[in-house]
């Protein structure tokens, strides 16, 4: 499934994407309780899929299943009776709807630094013996399309292309061998930087936490869609000029290490998303250096997730 958080009018809610359309899920559940005869079929389905991400992961696998039976019925329905589950509020297009980060606030939000090959070679140090972890805010989150705003104090904006990963199921010492039992699914993140702000002044938060500074999305893949994690193609984007290509077997620590890292040190709970590293290709370190600049684009691309797009505003916060 393709899980996203969007809005419509002034509403915000969960759905997912059947065929390129918008499948409001607890409406859609809803009405699959209704058709079987089940009795408070809408508060039975608010239940399982309520209107926040982190909300709908914590029902663990009950909510999931109940997910996934809402888009079984819309997409068995979509060819014969599109009009239909419009008019019942179950489907929109995508033009209809404005797509929001898939999880607007997630519990915690976790980076690694120099988890890719070619990052650290470019980066000028050598491979680092265990994980190194910094963190964003998790109010800083944008949605797709949502502007990257400029702060007046830095002229180094810079981008980072990476594949997040997103825990649905919490744990402490998770083994290696067992962590994809804890992960739902994977989204993109853009891990923006004030370049200056850490090189000059020996700030790793600010230079990472700024608001605006981590676009997420545009949606969330469950891992069954997505397979093996650690053979895709990622790549970076600024202008429409490719800017970052690299793969993510070129990780250092691969994702189960990490998981298991991170769990051993502190709780991972559902809704928790961890940003796995960039590879080479950042603005920073190319020789001249690029940096954002009001009007830009940047974009990530992974294969089998798909694209976060988002420009770059000078206006202020």
């Not at 709908?56 to 068995?76: F, P, Q, T, W």
């Not at 090959?117 to 109010?139: C, D, I, M």
């Not at 298991?260 to 950042?282: C, M």
């Amino acid at each position: 499934m393709k899980l996203i958080t969007y809005e419509r009018g002034v509403e915000r809610r969960i759905g997912a994407l059947v065929d390129g359309h918008v499948v409001d899920l607890c409406r859609a559940y809803s009405f699959l309780l209704m058709e079987r005869g089940v009795g408070r079929a809408a508060q039975r389905a608010a239940l399982l899929l309520p209107q926040d991400m982190v909300e709908l992961l914590d029902g663990g696998e009950e909510s999931l299943a109940a997910a996934r039976a809402a888009v079984a019925r819309v997409g068995e329905r979509l060819s014969s009776s599109a009009e239909a589950l419009r008019r019942e509020g179950l489907l929109y297009e995508l033009a209809e709807v404005t797509l929001c980060a898939p999880l607007p606030r997630p519990r915690k939000l976790l980076l690694l630094g120099f988890n890719y090959r070619g990052h650290a070679v470019e980066s000028g140090g050598g491979e680092p013996e265990q994980p190194v972890l910094l963190t964003k805010f998790p109010s800083v989150v944008i949605g797709p399309g949502a502007p990257i705003r400029m702060p007046r104090f830095t002229q180094r904006l810079d981008w980072e292309a990476e594949l997040a990963v997103v825990i649905g199921r919490g744990g402490r010492d998770i083994p290696a061998e067992r962590a994809y039992e804890h992960i739902v699914g994977y989204t993109l993140l853009n891990d923006v930087s004030a370049r200056e702000v850490h090189r000059e002044r020996g700030q790793w938060l600010l230079n990472k936490s700024l608001d605006t500074f981590a676009p997420l999305g545009p949606w969330l893949v469950t891992k069954d869609e997505v397979g093996e994690p650690q053979n895709l193609r990622i790549q970076g984007f600024l202008n429409g000029m490719a800017i970052q290509d690299s793969n993510t077997r070129q990780m250092i620590f691969p994702i189960d290490r990490i998981v298991s890292f991170i769990s051993e040190r502190f709780t991972l709970e559902p809704g928790d998303v961890i940003s796995t590293g960039t590879p080479e290709g950042v603005g920073g370190m190319r020789n001249p250096p690029i940096f954002l600049k009001p009007g830009d684009v940047v974009q990530v691309v992974v294969e089998k997730i798909g694209t976060l797009e988002n420009p770059v505003s000078g206006a202020p916060w």
